[in-house]
């Protein structure tokens, strides 16, 4: 998003700083509820704590930046709120679903031609 832009406004360069700390404050808050070890493996209950992590930094993404974003908006429904953080969400985890599906698959071709070698 930030390398995107043609123009750098403050509004694109605090969107980008919100969307980072809430994807981190979303992992965080998934490995703090659900985690008993701080340390991070490839073991499948991490991969699982980073999806869950994932679509609950979505969450906290979608409230952060309509948040942000209706400040220059003053009189705004609630439905309207909720759409648009329903519409972030969607996107966050349909692209969180996409990008994993993508690394499970990669890993897979990888172990195919060897370069991984199985255990």
Do not use: H
């Not at 509820?33 to 991969?47: Q, Y």
């Not at 609950?56 to 942000?68: I, K, Q």
């Amino acid at each position: 998003m930030l390398i995107l832009s043609v123009d750098l406004t403050e509004v694109v360069l605090v969107s980008s700083i919100v969307s980072v700390l809430c994807c981190y404050l979303g992992v965080q808050f998934v490995r703090i509820l659900f985690s008993d070890t701080v340390s991070v493996s490839f073991a499948i209950k991490d991969w699982k704590i980073l999806f869950w992590g994932g679509v609950v930094g979505s969450v906290f993404n979608g409230f952060g930046l309509t948040l942000l974003n209706q400040t220059y908006k003053p009189t705004v429904d609630n439905s309207v709120l909720l759409l648009e953080v329903t519409g972030y969400v969607v996107g966050d985890v349909l692209g969180l679903v996409f990008c994993l599906i993508s690394i499970v698959y990669m890993f897979r071709m990888i172990r195919f031609i060897k370069i991984i070698p199985d255990k």
